[in-house]
């Protein structure tokens, strides 16, 4: 098992570290409400996705073989949260802003969002079957993945959201603020017609 370790390690750093819907969401968070706030956005993803990897390794997976109807629907509720998303992305302010109704995804909003990422499925989907082996200790494997994503996602995520702190202080001035926000809700959109292409 200790074989798989680093392929799965290069594996796990190369889908966390890669720009995808996560990643440019903390950045946005990042962005407009600076990195302590966004602990619990970063959170969510660390443990969130592990979870979903050890729910889809333990049979979620097949259900969505056996009736494909549910991963269309869960594309289209995917791309329609993605585009909500977005225009959160869209409407936040600066750290500094003071705005009552901006704030960064909670714990469980980020967590709940992985269901819903298609980067997120594509990973899990794909890590489970490379780095289990055939007689080997499923369980134990499948644990050994959700546990290298984890730890690899805690650096990725808090990078990604240290850009974004670091945008917003590239950019003095809340109109400035503001059209980062917007690049970033409009990359959030592309990755939804992305999905369709």
């Avoid at 443990?47 to 594309?75: D, N, Q, S, T, W």
């Avoid at 409407?91 to 909670?106: I, K, N």
């Avoid at 994503?149 to 974004?164: E, K």
Wanted: charged share 10%; aromatic share 10%; glycine share 12%.
């Amino acid at each position: 098992m200790l074989e798989l370790l680093m392929p799965l390690t290069l594996f796990a750093l190369a889908g966390t570290v890669t720009p995808g819907p996560n990643n440019v969401m903390l950045t946005a968070s990042g962005s407009a409400f600076g990195f302590r706030r966004s602990v619990p956005h970063m959170l969510g993803i660390t443990l969130g996705f592990p979870v979903m990897v050890i729910a889809v390794g333990l049979g979620l997976g097949e259900v969505f073989i056996r009736y494909p109807e549910l991963h269309v629907a869960l594309k289209y509720i995917g791309a329609a949260y993605l585009l909500y998303l977005a225009w959160r992305i869209a409407q936040a302010g600066g750290p500094d802003s003071g705005e009552a109704g901006g704030r960064p995804l909670t714990f469980l909003e980020a967590a709940g969002f992985q269901w819903v990422n298609p980067k997120a499925w594509m990973l899990a989907v794909s890590a489970i079957p490379a780095f289990t082996t055939v007689g080997g200790n499923y369980y134990a494997e499948l644990a050994l993945i959700a546990i290298v994503f984890a730890a690899i996602c805690i650096p990725s995520c808090a990078a990604w959201c240290m850009f974004g702190v670091g945008i917003r202080q590239l950019v003095g001035s809340p109109g400035a603020a503001r059209a980062v926000n917007l690049v970033l809700a409009i990359m959030v959109a592309l990755s939804v017609v992305l999905l369709f292409i």
